[in-house]
């Protein structure tokens, strides 16, 4: 075995080692002083090929040669796998100046390698790591990817120049310096073989001088080094954007899969999800906090093919502003937040956000969301976001020039959930030495609805720069780059202010207002950082269960005094611990560690908690996903008196979820994806209080259905010519014959898919005898009808053996429509049958002539006009005909001079008048008419009607002369008659009318009878 000289590096090495408390989990690979360890030949190695550094990977350890040659083991800095770092999983490689238990790296001079021969088919790749180092230009990390015979001599431990060869330093331009950041970084590289060359995958750590002012050395670290196949990309752009409880996230890629991997920060565990189809997924459930997210593409169908590299998002933040009383990183909220800038004597001067980014020198009002980074004004040791916090705001910059500016929050006070106002700062002030008055500063002011200071001691500060202060957390750095003067800066401080005791009342509004400046003279910076929040005016317990001692805490960031019931000092610590029989109702005094002026009071007693886990669930699927989101009601629980239970609100500390799959969860609300083939899952809630000491569970079976994407085939058939529609959402005219789809989402988001396959009869045509049919006239054929309006070949359909409607082509003539002409001349006065008719028109070929019951028919007019002579008046109807005997009706009334010789003897009979009233005119024959039709047998020059006259009808009379002459009398109208009381008796002998009244006897003409 080998003894080194305890006066050598590695003794010394060896005997802080020796001493040191190590964990027992921390694996340490030394191959520092093995001589032939970097004689391990080259391994093929398989693509994807994935190199985490955990125990799993121990064969593949291996092939690895860490911190080779000889005098290796000289160098304070050794490459080291351990537990130390890492990335994912429990193991990372990292250079370490303890044997492996920190990542830190020492102040001397020295230059180590760590590499992997690999021998890869002829083709392309990608190679890919993740790395991170705190160092500077001075000690600092390189990778390279190169022929092995090209480096291989010149690769040999360095422990007293720490200078890197060129030889191997010629290699390192890919990826440059990894140096400066103590954030997970990943870096990739795409290289092509030739099959028969071993290349070395190296990488260097070079330190020629540690800087002594780094708040945390960290040297160079890497993890899960992959080599993939450059047929399968990896992802770009990979973004997120988050709202209190939910993530989505989104890149750009080409692959048919990707497999998307996030871990909250300070969390071993990657969450992983596969199979995702789209370059974007929802990630819900998600508490507060920062987030690493990695994704990377699956090429060939399952994740046991090809894989790309990741593409890293870190430290992402999900933000809550319902979780603060005080959204103070929302600077631009008009109605909460007033934002200021100007100069020395004027912050004020003009409104709005002045802010190009936390990096940039010209921001006043900025915030900061990446965490682990150091203001480098303060030496690299001041963070510029303190523990406990998500983000700070930075006011002010280091660009000189007298500027001034302000941040000002309103803010409701909540007395009964948050009476306590917290704030913390840090502030970095550049001391020219100008004096007070002139010097940087920076103020803060809390002031009330009026406008003024609710605590002239408590709700105000005042600090300017002076370096001569090195005490209650001021320090000193050496000198602002390109200035002479040096930066005094204080550490981040809490304020907390009882805004109860203060007076303020619940619901009254306040304005919190900081104010940084520059110095007067306009030559040296001034700025801070700082965060606001609220807490509860209660003390928090933080034993649980049968603990041998009980305890409480106050808030953070306070001085402490503890008293008990007889107000006696018992503890100036911020947590107390009691006895479990202990009752007593303690008063703790916080003041703060500036200014123990401030101060207040908060009670509590201690008393015995309990966890109780507790939740319910609601299914939500989506996206073909049995999605589950759990509701965790997990409380605190507490005993008094050994019997009284108490149930709080106050949530338990930490959680985990068993989903009865294999998958742990820790989130709060979580939403888990169960598997696609359902089943029943027993979930289990473990809540647990007190840093797990005691916890409770709670289970419930979740019964989930299977989900899967389905199609659904139907086979259809359409004739010739035809169509059908299909698709629900987007309808499709389909008229030829081939498969079609149509995708629907069910209500779990599933693709349903309807297949329908169509086939196409089809039709035949024959012709047959032609048609003649009326203008107008409906044709029906196969019983079908249809109008026509002109001729045309008119196809009719029957149904062939494939059930299509075959064509039959029929030729159809229309004829044209009858359109007659009938002029009428009326009979002229005192000229008898001087009545007639003119007739012409189209579309007919004869015609009748209906009056008086009498029809007679005509040809149609050959030529010219017809006229009809010899009408003496009365209805006339004319019905024209053509070939096919439709017909066309009209209806005449022909007018004639009348004469006025009818006259109403009783209510049931008419009569002529005497000659002798009528100009002495005999006439031999009578024809009585009713509405323009003769009465049946009335032909006497009297009209008698059993019952009455009809006084709503129309009478005429007919008659002809001596001379032969005929004519018509005017129409009559009779009105209706009341008889006399002696009523006459009417009854016919031998055929004439006799009417008999009071014995006497008269005709119908009125004359007596003897």
Request: proline share 4%; aromatic share 12%.
């Amino acid at each position: 075995m080998f003894i080194p000289n305890k006066s050598s590096n590695f003794a010394r090495f060896f005997v802080k080692f020796k001493y040191m408390k190590i964990r027992k989990n921390i694996l340490i690979l030394f191959l520092t002083f093995l001589a032939g360890v970097q004689c391990v030949r080259a391994q093929d190695v398989n693509v994807p090929y994935v190199m985490g550094f955990e125990e799993s990977d121990s064969l593949e350890l291996k092939n690895w040669v860490l911190n080779p040659g000889t005098n290796a083991w000289k160098c304070p800095d050794q490459w080291c796998v351990g537990t130390a770092t890492h990335n994912s999983g429990k193991q990372g490689l990292y250079i370490s100046d303890d044997g492996g238990y920190t990542a830190e790296f020492d102040s001397a001079q020295n230059v180590q390698y760590a590499y992997r021969d690999i021998l890869l088919p002829k083709s392309s790749y990608e190679l890919s790591f993740d790395w991170r180092c705190m160092g500077s230009e001075n000690a600092c990390m390189y990778a390279g990817l190169a022929p092995r015979s090209n480096v291989e001599n010149y690769m040999v431990a360095d422990w007293q120049t720490g200078r890197v060869p060129n030889q191997i330093a010629n290699w390192c331009n890919t990826f440059g310096v990894l140096k400066g950041t103590s954030l997970w970084k990943n870096a990739s590289m795409k290289f092509t073989t030739n099959g028969t060359t071993v290349y070395r995958l190296f990488f260097v750590w070079s330190s020629t001088n540690k800087d002594n002012n780094l708040a945390m050395p960290l040297g160079g670290c890497i993890d899960n080094v992959q080599i993939t196949s450059a047929r399968c990309p990896k992802p770009k752009n990979l973004t997120a954007y988050a709202t209190c409880d939910s993530l989505w996230v989104n890149w750009e890629g080409t692959s048919e899969f990707y497999c998307l991997e996030y871990r909250k920060r300070g969390k071993n565990k990657w969450t992983v999800i596969t199979g995702i189809t789209k370059e974007s997924k929802i990630l819900e459930g998600l508490d507060e906090g920062l987030y690493d997210m990695r994704v990377r593409g699956v090429c060939g169908g399952t994740e046991q093919n090809d894989t790309s590299a990741y593409t890293y998002l870190n430290s992402f933040a999900i933000f809550c502003p319902e979780k603060h009383c005080i959204n103070y990183v929302n600077l631009y909220d008009s109605t909460k937040v007033l934002c200021t800038a100007g100069t020395y004597k004027n912050p004020d001067m003009n409104i709005g956000v002045i802010d190009y980014g936390s990096d940039d020198k010209y921001s006043r009002h900025t915030v900061n969301w990446e965490p682990d980074i150091y203001d480098p004004r303060t030496c690299n040791q001041l963070p510029t976001i303190p523990d406990g916090e998500l983000a700070s705001v930075r006011l002010g910059n280091w660009n000189n020039g007298a500027e001034g500016e302000s941040v000002s929050f309103f803010y409701t006070a909540d007395l009964e959930n948050a009476a306590i106002l917290l704030m913390k700062y840090a502030v970095v002030l550049e001391d020219p030495g100008h004096g007070a008055n002139d010097n940087p500063r920076f103020m803060l002011e809390i002031l009330n609805e009026d406008g003024e200071l609710i605590s002239p001691t408590c709700g105000y500060a005042d600090f300017y720069a002076d370096v001569t202060r090195q005490d209650k957390g001021w320090h000193s750095c050496g000198k602002a780059p390109g200035s002479s003067s040096p930066v005094s800066w204080k550490e981040w401080t809490t304020i907390g202010l009882n805004l109860e005791e203060a007076g303020v009342e619940d619901g009254e509004l306040l304005t919190i207002r900081l104010t940084t400046k520059d110095c007067a003279w306009s030559a040296h910076f001034g700025y801070a950082y700082f965060t606001l929040g609220c807490a509860s005016a209660k003390l928090i317990g933080t034993s649980c269960g049968n603990d041998a001692k009980l305890s409480v805490a106050a808030p953070n960031g306070f001085k402490y005094e503890w008293y008990n019931k007889y107000d006696s000092l018992v503890s100036t610590e911020q947590e107390l611990a009691v006895e479990p029989s202990d009752t007593t109702t303690y008063r703790c005094h916080l003041s703060y560690k500036e200014n123990e002026e401030c101060s207040f009071d908060l009670y509590s007693s201690v008393r015995p908690r309990f966890p109780i886990a507790e939740f319910d669930y609601r299914y939500e699927p989506s996206e073909c996903e049995n999605k589950v989101r759990f509701i965790n009601r997990s409380h605190i629980m507490t005993v008094f008196d050994g019997d009284t239970v108490h149930h709080y609100d106050e949530p338990c500390d930490s959680y985990e979820w068993d989903y009865g799959t294999g998958d742990i969860g820790a989130e709060i609300n979580p939403v888990y994806t169960f598997p696609k083939q359902g089943g029943i899952y027993p979930v289990v809630l473990t809540s647990a209080i007190s840093e797990g000491r005691c916890n409770d569970e709670d289970t419930i079976w979740i019964t989930l259905p299977y989900l899967n994407d389905t199609l659904i085939s139907q086979d259809t058939a359409i004739c010739e010519g035809s169509y059908i529609v299909f698709g629900e959402k987007k309808p499709r005219y389909i008229g030829i014959e081939g498969t079609f789809y149509d995708t629907l989402k069910s209500v779990a988001g599933c693709d349903s898919i309807r297949q329908i396959n169509v086939a196409v009869y089809p039709q035949s045509k024959t012709t047959t005898p032609d048609t003649t049919i009326c203008k107008g006239q409906v044709l029906t054929i196969g019983g079908k009808t249809f109008a026509h309006s002109e001729s045309a070949p008119f196809p009719r359909f029957y149904l062939n053996q494939y059930g299509c409607d075959s064509v039959v082509v029929c030729n159809v003539t229309v004829l044209d429509s009858i359109l007659p002409v009938v002029i009428m001349k009326d009979v002229e006065l005192s000229k008898q049958n001087s009545g007639e008719f003119t007739i012409y028109g189209t579309g007919f070929e004869r015609y009748t002539i209906t009056h008086n019951g009498d029809m007679k028919e005509y040809p149609a007019p050959q030529a010219g006009d017809t006229v009809l002579k010899g009408y003496n008046g009365g209805v006339f109807v004319f019905e024209f005909f053509n070939e096919l005997n439709c017909s066309e009706t009209m209806t005449q009334k022909m007018s004639y001079p009348c004469q006025d010789m009818i006259f109403q003897r009783w209510g049931d009979v008419l009569s002529v008048y005497n000659s002798d009233l009528i100009g002495g005119q005999q006439f031999k024959a009578f024809q009585w008419l009713k509405d323009s039709v003769a009465i049946p047998n009335a032909t006497l020059s009297y009209y008698y009607e059993a019952g009455g006259l009809d006084t709503t009808a129309e009478y005429l009379i007919q008659v002809t002369t001596m001379e032969d002459s005929t004519f018509i009398s005017c129409p009559y109208h009779p009105e209706p008659y009341e008889a006399p009381k002696s009523q006459a008796q009417k009854r016919i002998e031998n055929s004439r009318l006799i009417i008999e009244v009071n014995g006497a006897r008269y005709n119908a003409e009125g004359i007596k009878e003897d």
